[in-house]
């Protein structure tokens, strides 16, 4: 699936639209000045389509995949005020058009002299009205150019979602098991950059997300837009590969980690593997192994960077989707 918004046509602000409109009128000439003014306002109606395109190629809101509806009301704030001001927009552009028919039917209806005074009256209730729009024009412009850029995932695909603590190698490992340059996504969830990679296996392509600023963090930190960015997470198609620091360099004690771990597996059938297994700190090692094979948690050791046990990860991960993936189809 592509993203739903990728075919937006952005709308114009009012003023630099109502701007436009005004810049092209001295070059319009016409056989008689009634003519002349005429086609000044069918220029007017006619531009107003910018506005109807833009309306047309905005998704059906209600229809949007979970993911993406998350990550339209992460982005506006307020899924409601979206339909309202598209609504409104819609309201607008039909009543201008109607008042500009009206003063073309005066226009040719008066006397030579009254139809540049019709005209320019014809144009100012005709941008009065876009006016009274403008906010919700500006907003919606916002919200729809942001949409835009949030290309890369596709909720459809089986998704192995990489999450940690920061600084642990998700991003790394994003490039090490997929197997074309992972693209580059910005995401309302996060003010950091989101990796997306792509698997083809035997049973279809499979996606590879890292979660920067997303699955990082405890949930008591967070604040109600990070709880809708998890949302979005869990509406994907996926499992979840966490990874634990346990080098000389880990930034987050092993109890940090372990609760950070316990977090995100509630959400999301998880994978536990201890990354830096080539710069190892053994105490931190040992006391997050022996919490894992208490729980009776099967996990991995690896080294994203230098690719040790990353093969064998890929395959863990990859069997994991695949089968819940079967199980879901049959459920
Ligand atoms: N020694 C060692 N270093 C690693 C390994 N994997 C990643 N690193 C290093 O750890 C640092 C962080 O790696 P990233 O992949 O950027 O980590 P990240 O989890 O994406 O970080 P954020 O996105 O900032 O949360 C980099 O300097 C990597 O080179 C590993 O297996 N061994
Ligand atoms: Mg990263």
Known sequence: MRNPFEGVKLPPDVEAFID??????????????????????????????????FVRSVPSIDDLHPFYRTSLEIVAGDLNKVKVCLASLSKGVRLARRILKQYMARIRASEEGEANKLMRAGFGRASGILRKRKECVKFLRDVFAQMKRLMAVDPELPTIIIAGPPNVGKSTLVSRISSAKPEVASYPFTTKEIHVGHIDTERGKAQVIDTPGILDRPMSERNPIEFKAINAVKNLNGIVVFLFDVSQGALYSAKEQIDLFEEVSSIKRTLPALNKIDWVDEGLREEIASYLKRKGIRFLEVSAEKGIGVEELKGEALKELFQQNVGEKRA
Do not use: C, H, N, Q
């Open 20 to 53: 436009s409109v005004a810049k092209r009128l001295p070059r319009l000439g016409g056989t008689s000045i009634k003519d002349r003014e005429l086609r000044r306002l069918a220029l007017y109606r006619d531009s107003l389509e910018v506005y109807e395109a």
